[in-house]
């Protein structure tokens, strides 16, 4: 009978002693928004745009463009990936005839839409069409199409151009560039108003939940994804409107997010607070630079011009950014190591491109007719010369410290510049009006091997009066020898050695002329929280708002650390 | 009715009735007439101001293209989607124009406020009426919380005035009054919600649920809802504290009170018949005035507990000079405080019979 007992009651300890730990074992999986593992899941806190939609994934709303929700970073797929160069993704390659009046697409077969049905030649020529035929409703990739016609055999897409253009092939690989659309989806949808309620594209993510209230986004992998090898780790991608700095500070802290964009200024605590979050520095692919208004006296002389570049002193700019790295002096034509090809170096030394030397600046300004009296620069006319500098402030400390370094030193020159902070639909409108004496601008659009974005914008097209809107850079920069070049750097290959004689003519000029001067290369702040994923490093050309994202959630891998 | 001795002088014959009733009528109308030119006039002036702040839609449109997409666009293609959307803002035609097609579509059109920008193709209407519940809801609930307890506490406060916990009420009350209703919220969010991890600290429900009946989502809903109104009730429940007991205060040298007092009525019954309900009639008129001018100025808390409500809306709209929905937020706002103050004035005759004599 005691024997009895006693087996009975260690039965009922065992029993107990395992069904705790089965519960702690089960409790030990940590559940996210509702029931998904957290080890499976990852969490992108994005800052979304103004125009905060979260319920519409359609990209042909100009008005309603939105990387917040992940959907264009992990669903809609380009056709080639640029990121340091180009990557086939649902397109492999494309080829010129000898003029350059013809490219042939060749698409990537077997692909397929997030929703099962195959991706084929059927959407990608119904996604042309579909372009062109609403091209007058303002949206998006249609504008390339007008005057081209096309043809399709097998896998390939024949486009017939209406004039040489060897640069055909960089809208379907360039940042937010032209993507075939679902044509079982799409037909009879209005582009400016259809919302792709089910998200559907090609990517490895299938839409669970959108909420506007929430601001939340939540993505499951798909099985049945057209290329298994490239296939993300993450079971499931949460994407969601990160809340004021102030308080995201906190869900770093507890490791709540795994990615996202934070100002500098408390990068420093989060990293500190949780050891498992790192910095993810790279560098943004679009230079920062000072437009001058060409218009507006004396940044009418490109002497003037030069000298207020010499008054720059862009190393101070990236001390006083107050993070190591973070803020690099730059050389164009390329962030980075100057490509030879399109770069002339003696112009460069010349024109003292990138120099700090106030003193040439003061010796310049003294030659150019700006004489010093009674401790200030006057122009022409004899009155002392001020300038408007403006700026936005975005929380990068880059942004508004040059304007003050820019000031301090020109006063020691005897010019008067005055820093204006503008916010930013201010700024939207008066940097393509022309209204202003200096601004500072980012410059996005170069690709490797072809800085035709530096120049092109500076052609004389773009000189409207000041109060219209302007498209290129909007500094009303005339020069007849430079539009004689862009016209020509336009339609020739950028890889012959014709075009890059041409680049190299027109950075000359470019240098010579200043009609913008070069500030600096940029770091981009993004912090990764390697408690849960690791895989992402310091240096890869992570923008979480561009289809590259698509190519870099390949690199993720569990943790482990749980 | 107020027990204030001075209304039971004499009672009005049939007359004297109808002649009350009348002059009650004709205040009511030209009260409502007062109100329609209010709102008419907030419209005209909401309408131009917000299109003359310095932006243009347009190119803020195409300035956050730019940056989102990472590119430059051609001059062609730029003016290609900014004909189009200015042709479906209607900002092409004169201003006068604009101004009369807007009341057109306002008032005969169904409430047609226009296109937003902030969530294009939605309708203006439309982001209004769907965040409408969520201020309303919030910030309208916490003002009447704060309202009760603020006047509760402050007749007591009041009743109480020379004792040391009175005092001390007042100090804690003028503080918490004077500190700015965002920072109350940052405290809030700070302590309770990330270091004892006691409610949420944002949003207005757990982010993986979607609106339904069901106990899970309304729970969520309700402790979402405790640290944005927690903050509203603090400090403006501070504010009706103060507000009462100075009304009380008031009220207490009256020649009634003391009156009520020598008939040996009792101390809780001078306080709820004699002195609470006169000193009631202003705190209602502070209600209204307060619950309008909550509605303006809880724009930063809604965006600290990233509740989608009118201010959340209209930050947004303000970054995008979207003044279609600017204007929509303003309009909702004035037309709450006057319609509020309208119906405060017209129940202030039920309520005290010295103003519908007034009248």
Known sequence: MFYAKRVLLISVLALALVSVLSLAVAQDEELVFGDLPRSETFIVASQAPHNDVWDSFNYYQAGTYNNATGYANVVH?????????????????????????????????GANWNDGAPLTMDDWLFTLQYNKDHADKGISWSGFLANVEWSAEGSSITFTLPDTNWRFHYNFGGLGTFSPIPKHVWEGQDPTTFKNPNAVHSGPYRLVSSNPDTRTTIWERRDDYWD??????????????????DVAVFEWEEGNFDLGRMPFSVMTRIMSSNPHIKPLVHQDPCPRALIFNTLNPPLDDKLFRRALGLLLNRQAVANLANVPGYVTPVLWPNLGEPDERYYDAAAAEEFQVTTFDPEAAAALLDEAGYPLVDGARVNKDGEPISLDALYIDIG??????????????????????????????????????????????????????????????????????????????????????????????????????????????????????????????????????????????????????????????????????? | MTPNPSSRAAEPNADQQRAARREVFQYAVRRFGVYLFTLWAAITVAFFIFRLVPGDPMNILLGNLTRAEGRQRDAAEQEVIIARYRQIFGVDDPLPLQYLNYLRKAFLGGLDLGPSFVEYPAPTRDLVFRRMPWTIGIFTTSVLLAWFIGTGLGALIGWLQRSQLSKLAVVISTLLQITPVYLVALGLIIYVGYTWRILPAGGPYARHLQPEWTWEFIS????????????????????????????????LGEDYLTFARAKGLSPFTVLKDYAFRNALIPQVTALAIIVGATLNGTFIIEVLFQLPGLGTLFVQAMGLRDFNTMQAVVLFSIFAVLTLTLIVDLALPLLDPRIRRLA
Not at chain 1, 228 to 245: F, I, T
Not at chain 1, 505 to 531: C, H, K, M
Not at chain 2, 234 to 244: D, Q
């Open chain 1, 77 to 109: 797929e380009p056709a080639f990936i640029t990121a340091n160069g180009f990557y086939p993704w649902l397109a492999q390659s494309w080829e010129y005839n000898e003029d350059g009046t013809e490219m042939t697409l060749v698409i990537t077969e």
């Open chain 1, 228 to 245: 298994p090898d490239r296939l993300p780790a993450p079971k499931y991608q949460v994407w969601l409107k990160r809340p004021e700095a």
């Open chain 1, 396 to 562: 990068n400390p880059a942004w508004t410290v040059w304007s003050w370094l820019l000031a301090e030193q020109a006063e020691l020159v005897g010019i008067e510049i005055n820093p204006r902070l503008l916010d930013i639909p201010t700024f939207f409108t008066q940097l393509p009006n022309g209204e202003f004496d200096i601004v500072f601008r980012w410059f996005c659009g170069n690709l490797p091997g072809d800085p035709v974005q530096m120049f092109d914008g500076l052609h004389s097209d773009n000189a409207v009066p000041i109060g219209e809107r302007a498209g290129g850079v909007p500094g009303r920069y005339s020069n007849p020898d430079m539009d004689a070049l862009i016209e020509q750097i336009r339609t020739a290959d950028p890889a012959s050695e014709e075009a890059q004689s041409l680049f190299r003519q027109a950075y000359r000029i470019w240098a010579e002329d200043a009609p913008y001067v070069t500030l600096f290369g940029e770091n981009e702040g993004v912090v990764f929280n390697s408690q849960y994923w690791t895989g992402l490093a310091v240096g890869q050309p992570w923008v979480h708002w561009t289809p590259a994202a698509r190519q870099i959630i390949d690199f993720l891998e569990p943790a482990g650390d749980m």
């Open chain 2, 220 to 251: 969520s809903l309700l402790t979402h809802a405790i640290l944005p109104m927690l903050s509203n009730i603090i400090v403006i429940g501070a504010g009706f504290t103060l507000g009462m007991r100075a009304l009380m205060i008031s009220v």
